[in-house]
């Protein structure tokens, strides 16, 4: 018969040591196997994307459907950022307003000389303090980001945790010594931003992303704890206001082990927030179709899922080596890399790929919104909005038409024929109808040149179309003024491989 394990209290300092010792290498060991797993399913998800690739053809042409007459849903505000509209140096504030910016979320917002501002180790600098004496918070930093977003007409999901240590320094790494502390604190953010709370603000901050993912992962059972400590704590302060996390990659499979967490726990949930850094456009679908049937097994069918954070991957630019390697390595030839990689973000090849993912989300039901990472100007070599003197890069000019059609209203059934293999032709397209014209965007994202868009069930009573064109000299322009006439009612664009449009109906 096995012999029971001594109990903790009655071992010696070194045999407490080396059971320490051997826990925290089970663990080492748990989150290797994970890592790998991870990897595994990412190299696979990639491989059969690429076989789709080989085994398709790309049509030389493809041909758009527009159906009128059959309203599928509203445009969904996929067109959300990831900081801004303020850093150190500017204010693109307009530029929010000209794309209507309707959410930003606050991860890994810089102040270049306090470090990251939105972090709890920012407003709440000393761990030790008191968390009662509102004199031990500093929310002057913060407050200028959350009120330049407010001012713009965005709302905030507001993300209670530590950003990325981007330098490698273990900053943002260490977790809270006193969970309660790091609650109560927690709490009380929530309520300076709601309830006035320390000289605040009742803004309504609806949405708290409770700590991330991707800032810590060494410690998931931790992590998981944290989670269920704040999120319960918040709904108990203010049950209308919704809480969820923690921005894993949408193939993960520490995604999954924390849904089955919180099942088990019984923690709110309310929403997941998932990140997609990648190089195809409709990659995202994948991943939450893999997710799906976990969410509605456990539970959780009614919880929304968020794009935290999205961003172009060109794996040109990377030479298909680890992303976080060239961005962080010191190494002459990933700083050639990482300037490619920056520049394809800012450039027409970026801008279509921006409009691809806004219209392969939204085409996702599940999915309630997006924030694309990264829109601080003259600090993150992220944003690809605009430079760093707040001048509008070709990526702005998706946004804005985006923008338009969400303005517009209901989205309208637009679909491209399958016979022209249409997740593969490169070319996407979707609709709206507003009071006095419908819109149709269409982006070719290594796509074929020609497209095909038939009008057939427009009213008759539109009689013009009007083309915008965004390529290596356009900004999303009048392209052309052309006039609709007779019963079968067609386009033919000529778009670049790389390059995108709108079309006003009128």
């Not at 977003?149 to 990325?164: D, P, Q, T």
């Not at 320094?169 to 260490?174: D, S």
Request: charged share 25%; hydrophobic share 40%; net charge negative.
């Amino acid at each position: 018969m096995p012999r029971k394990p001594k109990p903790r209290n009655t071992l010696s300092a070194g045999e407490r040591a080396a059971l320490y010792e051997a826990e925290q290498a089970e663990k080492r060991a748990k989150k290797q196997l994970s890592a790998e797993a991870d990897s595994q399913e990412k190299a696979e998800h990639k491989a059969k994307a690429e076989k789709v690739k080989t085994e398709l053809p790309k049509p030389q042409y493809a041909t758009v459907k527009v159906d009128m007459s059959m309203p599928t849903d509203i445009v969904k505000p996929m067109h959300g950022m990831c900081n801004g509209p303020v850093s150190y140096g500017a204010d693109i504030s307009s530029l929010f307003r000209e794309i209507g910016v309707p959410f930003v979320r606050f991860d890994g917002t810089d102040t270049p000389v306090s470090g990251y501002a939105v972090d709890i180790s920012r407003i709440f600098k000393n761990p030790d303090a008191d968390p009662r004496d509102l004199t031990n918070y500093d929310f002057s930093y913060t407050d200028k980001y959350v009120a330049a977003a407010h001012n713009a007409g965005a709302k905030v999901i507001f993300r209670l945790g530590e950003s990325i240590d981007r330098f490698g320094l273990g900053k943002k790494t260490a977790y809270p010594d006193d969970l309660d502390v790091f609650v109560e604190v927690c709490a009380n953010i929530v309520r300076h931003y709601n309830d006035y709370l320390a000289d605040g603000y009742a803004y309504g901050i609806e949405y708290f992303e409770i700590w991330s993912a991707n800032s810590h992962g060494e410690d998931t059972e931790r992590d998981f704890e944290i989670y269920r400590r704040v999120s319960s704590a918040l709904k108990l302060l203010d049950s209308g206001i919704k809480v969820g996390g923690m921005c894993f990659d949408v193939h993960s499979g520490t995604l999954r082990e924390f849904l089955k967490f919180c099942r088990r726990t019984r923690s709110p949930l309310d929403f997941i927030t998932v990140s997609s850094f990648d190089s195809a456009p409709g990659a995202l679908a994948g991943g939450v179709r893999e997710l799906l049937p976990l969410l509605y097994n456990l539970g959780f069918g009614n919880t929304e899922i968020i794009v935290g954070a999205w961003a172009y991957i060109d794996g040109d630019a990377v030479e298909n080596h680890p992303l976080q390697r060239v961005l962080t390595s010191g190494e002459d030839r990933f700083a050639e890399m990482r300037k490619k990689l920056f520049d394809s973000q800012c450039s027409v090849k970026g801008a279509a790929y921006a409009l691809a993912f806004l219209i392969a989300a939204s085409r996702i039901k599940e999915i309630k919104m997006a924030c694309f990472y990264d829109a601080q100007p003259s600090i993150s070599p992220w944003c690809a909005i605009s430079d760093r003197y707040g001048n509008r890069e070709k990526t702005f000019h998706a946004f804005r038409a985006y923008g338009e059609l969400y303005r517009a209203g209901r989205e309208i059934y637009t679909v491209c024929d399958e016979a022209e293999g249409f997740a593969h032709s490169g070319i996407w397209a979707m609709g709206a109808v507003g009071q006095d014209a419908y819109y149709v965007l269409v982006s070719s994202f290594d796509g074929c040149g020609i497209v095909d868009v038939r009008l057939d069930s427009i009213p008759s009573d539109i009689y013009t179309a009007d083309v915008y064109m965004l390529d290596g000299v356009k900004d999303m322009t009048l392209a052309d003024s052309i006039p609709i006439t007779g019963d079968k009612k067609r386009l033919i664009l000529n778009i670049s491989k790389y390059g995108a449009a709108m079309i006003r109906l009128y």
